[in-house]
């Protein structure tokens, strides 16, 4: 698996001389064959399309970002094949400053899905009123998992002391589920609704704690940030926003360990909100639309289609991005979450679609899903 590189490593003045450069190819209808080299420039794209690094353009206009990881700026043999359907990633090496560069085509990282067995009956449509308007949905379809949930032994319902409230968001109440009807490890699924007219972002627990009827279960719990939808904050995005009527979830795991019984002796939840800045609507969308639930050898494994609306949108490009997913029971209640990522950078145009994957140890007998995806514009 092939990650691209962070950006504290992209500096060229403290970068040693030893680099290893990777290239990230857009999804595009036409392009240059793999015979063919293009020099990459210090500059960014005209259109802004690389964050950091360097970047090359084809004659056709296809843009192609690099990270540049310790080492001196080069060229390197990219290429994408022709008629790709899918973001593809290719590296060139250079031994040290100076040398000349190796550079060489490779071949695409082999599919890790591409083996994986799916039900015909894919999962679509929406179940209730969508949680987000740009980048989740509540799909209904096949039973996702074979494990029975009984919402009498495996969930409780516990109230929200919000000791600092933001204006316009109604929390709670705040669901705790449990893989099985003895164990004492709690997932926490808890609502954020936006009831106002403003659009926060960055929205988080200011302090957080959960407790019994008479302390906090240490340790103090650190900020979580909303799972919501993706507002455009300047020229960057958050997805940790609402707008006006949506809903989205704080989510967390509590394990029970040195003899605490989380599950069974929780009574409350106690938080304090906080939102730095306001955002707005963002130019493209990516709106997950079915899902299937199958197999990857011997694992079960959840796949979720999504598909980009109004303007491009790009994914992963930090190397991973992941995606909350509630499971609903047939009352539309949580029955548990679990994170679907995306581990190739990608780029979108509207009408193109991409799939996120989670492989699931447990999973209960449900569904219905709410799901949410990351993307960036």
């Excluded at 919000?162 to 968001?169: D, F, I, M, S």
């Excluded at 300047?234 to 360990?257: K, M, N, Q, V, W």
Aim: proline letters at 7%; charged letters at 15%; glycine letters at 10%.
């Amino acid at each position: 698996m092939i990650r691209t590189l962070p950006t504290s490593l992209l500096d060229p003045i403290t970068a040693s001389s030893t680099f290893v450069l990777f290239v990230t190819a857009a999804v595009v209808a036409s392009a240059a064959s793999c015979s063919e080299r293009k020099s990459l420039c210090a500059a960014c794209c005209s259109d802004g399309e690389c964050e950091s690094g360097m970047c090359g353009t084809f004659p056709d206009g296809t843009h192609l970002c690099a990270n540049l990881g310790s080492g001196v700026q080069t060229s390197c043999c990219v290429s994408i094949g022709q008629g790709a359907e899918h973001c593809q990633f290719y590296y060139g090496t250079g031994q040290s400053e100076g040398a000349a560069a190796q550079a060489s085509c490779e071949a695409p990282q082999p599919d890790p899905h591409a083996s994986c067995t799916w039900p015909v009956d894919a999962g679509a449509g929406s179940g209730g009123p969508a949680p987000t308007l740009d980048n989740s949905a509540d799909l209904v379809g096949p039973a996702i998992g074979t494990e029975a949930f009984d919402a009498s032994t495996m969930r409780r319902v516990v109230p929200v002391n919000v000791t600092t409230p933001l204006a316009g968001l109604s929390v709670g109440p705040a669901y705790l589920t449990r893989l099985g009807s003895t164990d004492e490890t709690a997932y926490l699924s808890l609502p954020v609704h936006n009831t106002g007219t403003g659009y926060p972002c960055d929205i988080k627990t200011a302090s957080y704690a959960w407790r019994t009827n008479t302390a906090q279960i240490a340790p103090p719990r650190s900020p979580i940030y909303l799972d919501g939808s993706v507002g455009a904050v300047g020229t960057s995005y958050l997805r940790t926003c609402l707008a006006p009527g949506e809903t989205g979830f704080l989510i967390d795991i509590e394990i029970a360990e040195g003899g605490v019984a989380v599950f069974s002796a929780v009574t409350s939840i106690e938080l304090a909100l906080s939102s730095s800045t306001q955002g707005k609507a963002p130019a493209g969308q990516l709106l997950p639309t079915s899902y299937n639930f199958g197999k990857c050898g011997n694992m079960p494994t959840l796949r979720v289609e999504a598909t980009a609306m109004n303007a491009p949108v790009r994914l992963a490009v930090d190397g991973l991005e992941l995606g909350p997913v509630v499971f609903l029971d047939a009352d539309g209640l949580p029955a548990g979450w679990t994170y679907v990522e995306i581990d190739q950078l990608t780029r979108l145009d509207p009408g193109q679609t991409v799939h996120f994957y989670s492989d699931l140890g447990w999973a209960p007998a449900v569904s219905r899903l709410q799901v949410f995806l990351p993307f960036r514009l």
